[in-house]
């Protein structure tokens, strides 16, 4: 558009202090029970054509068991082992049963 810098970031609506982003209150625990193990791999990752090494899946268990449990979690390893991965398919686990 003329008169935009492209460089200049674009004005956002910002929200008042306060105010819920969301219309509705979310629910405070999800619909389905997150102690229960994924056996195998979540159907909503393998759509993706993605696959989860076993001690993967084995830590979306436990971060799911321990928020189920109220517990605060830190996963720390080795780089590179996909921790990053496995918080994404932790929280989406937890969108897709609250949605």
């Known amino acids: 558009m003329q008169g935009e810098d492209p460089a200049r ?15 509705g209150k ?38 799911r068991f321990s928020w189920a449990q109220g517990t605060d979690t830190i996963l720390a390893d080795e780089m590179g082992l996909g921790k990053t991965i496995q918080t994404i398919v932790f929280l989406y686990s937890l969108y897709i049963e609250v949605s």
């Open 9 to 23: 970031p674009k004005k956002t609506k910002k929200l008042k202090k306060g105010k819920e982003f969301f219309p």
């Open 26 to 63: 979310p629910p405070s625990s999800p619909i389905t029970e997150p102690t229960v193990k994924y056996n195998s791999q979540p159907d909503f990752i393998t759509v993706t054509g993605g696959t989860l090494h076993m001690y993967q899946l084995e830590g979306l268990n436990w971060l």
